[in-house]
């Protein structure tokens, strides 16, 4: 991006930034759902999931639980999106020398900062549930890139959605599937306890390979090929998306 695009998505940045900051529920609600799924697992169901290792539950279960934060969180990013298109905002973007990119990568910078906020919530109240890792600081920003990665690749799905979608309810509803996926994936049970057909999809899913490089990281333990599949599978879907969803815009500003 050039200096003038750079400049320009800083300014449109902050100011939805501040939007989020007038109206900080979005952010908790976000966490929300994930932290009551801490909290049923952990202390209601947990007792009764073998996942074969010697690992409390909350360890386990807890980068699944972080994937579904961000699949919480980029619903708004549709939204407000949406909302920005209905109130003509997008109008009068293009009347002033804006550069066209950077209204979108606005919405896209103010999801990823408001995804990590809900994330490091969920990780305050997994510590205080009991989660524990002996993970090294740059472990640690491993880990934080994988969710970057992932929160981006999301993201630019739900600009898709936000640009395509004929209501406010049909924006933010893209974004159930993607909440609902790791629950079909290694992030609550091992994949092995699951019937032949639902086995193989979970197996060969993205989420998957996502959780199960950020379990290892956490307990310090070779991520072995699972690493290169999360990285392809989360780069792949962030160009495909990238650019479906720059084709969109620029039907929608033609």
Known sequence: MSTHVLGDTRVLTGRSLRHILRSPDTIITTAVTPIALMLLFVYVLGGAINTGSDESYINYMLPGILLITIASGIAYTAYRLFLDMQGGIFERFQSMPIARSSVLWAHVLTSL???????????????????RTGAS???????????????LALTWLAVIAGLSAKTVDGASAF?????????????????????????????NQPVTS?????????????????????????????????????????????
């Open 137 to 151: 600081v740059g472990t640690w920003l491993a880990i934080a890139g994988i969710l970057v990665l992932f929160t």
């Open 113 to 131: 900062v408001a995804n990590l906020v809900s994330v490091a919530i969920v990780v305050g109240v997994a510590l205080l549930m009991g989660f």
């Open 175 to 203: 974004s159930y599937p993607l909440i609902f996926l790791p629950f079909i994936s290694s992030a609550f049970v091992p994949t092995a306890t699951m019937p032949g057909p639902v086995a193989w999809f979970a197996e």
């Open 210 to 254: 996502i959780v199960n490089s950020i379990r290892a990281l956490f307990a310090q333990q070779p991520v072995g090929s699972d690493i290169w599949i999360a990285l392809a599978w989360c780069f792949g879907i962030l160009v495909l998306a990238f650019a479906f969803a720059m084709t969109a815009y620029r039907r929608k500003i033609a």
